[in-house]
């Protein structure tokens, strides 16, 4: 079992940035670490992943070009770097690790392992 630990939420004006950060036992391998976000009374929605072997990514499309994957391996911490916050990015934010079957994807049911979250709130 993979242990994820997210910090970096906190409340921020709309237009503002946070950078959010997943302290994981893991970095590198055949996974696919992703961020997922859920806000109150809709579904949870995944934000970007990436796969550990070579760093590429797949982005959902309401944050494409204003959010940011990166990793730093020797402080095994996956980043998301969120800029030009909105509204509706409001959320609780998960970091998850699910296997590699030649895809990335951003759903849910490929993910086994989840952090318990951090807050983000925006307001306008």
């Known amino acids: 079992q993979v242990q994820l630990v997210e910090s970096g939420g906190n409340s921020v004006q709309a237009g503002g940035s946070l950078r959010l950060s997943c302290a994981a036992s893991i970095i590198y391998g055949s996974y696919c670490m992703a961020w997922f976000r859920q806000a109150p009374g809709k579904e949870r929605e995944g934000v970007v992943v990436?796969?550990?072997?070579?760093?590429?990514?797949v982005y959902g499309d309401s944050v494409n070009g204003r959010f940011t994957i990166s990793r730093d391996n020797a402080k095994k911490t996956l980043y998301l770097q969120m800029n030009t916050l909105k509204p509706e990015d409001m959320a609780m934010y998960y970091c998850?690790?699910?296997?590699?079957?030649?895809?990335?994807?951003?759903?849910?049911?490929?993910?086994?392992?989840w952090g318990t979250g951090t807050q983000v709130t925006v307001s306008s």
């Open positions: 998850a690790v699910g296997n590699w079957f030649g895809t990335c994807t951003l759903r849910q049911s490929d993910y086994h392992d």
């Open positions: 990436m796969y550990l072997i070579d760093g590429s990514t």
